[in-house]
């Protein structure tokens, strides 16, 4: 099964958590795809085809589920859309936001994401919910 590993990739603290999920469903025994990791960070404007290539187009191409790592004030555009494109495709979603409780971020959050997906609020949490997923779609 592969899971696409979606989230903001400017901040240290964000790649950080980004490979700290990777770990987690590799350890489990799911493929992974990590964009920043897989097709590399847009430079310049020159690169954005590159990138959307990459990341959409062939990044989502079997896709089972896609983690999405949620701190921070506000989702990143990159990851909103990822998200609404799983959610048009019918591919199931796990959100992550470790930064604070999920009942107080619905203005950073917005009730669209809320309701499109189970977030979680810690590692472990994720760790379970992977568990259950893999059980419930072993092929």
């Known amino acids: 099964m592969k899971v696409y590993i979606a989230g903001k990739i400017w901040e240290k603290y964000e790649l950080e958590q980004l490979e700290k999920v990777d770990k987690l469903c590799k350890d489990l025994g799911f493929d992974t795809f990590l964009p920043h990791r897989d097709i590399g960070i847009a430079k310049g404007i020159n690169d954005v085809s590159k990138i959307f290539q990459g990341d959409i187009i062939n990044g989502f191409k079997n896709v089972d589920l896609v983690i999405a790592l949620l701190d921070g004030l506000h989702v990143g555009a990159g990851t909103a859309w990822e998200l609404g494109y799983a ?19 619905l203005d950073q959050l917005s009730a669209i994401l809320l309701g499109s997906m189970k977030i979680v609020s810690s590692f472990e949490e994720l760790n379970e919910e992977l568990r259950m997923f893999k059980i419930k779609n072993a092929k």
């Open 87 to 105: 959610y048009a495709n019918k591919i199931p979603a796990i959100g992550l936001k470790t930064d604070e409780p999920i009942e107080n971020c």
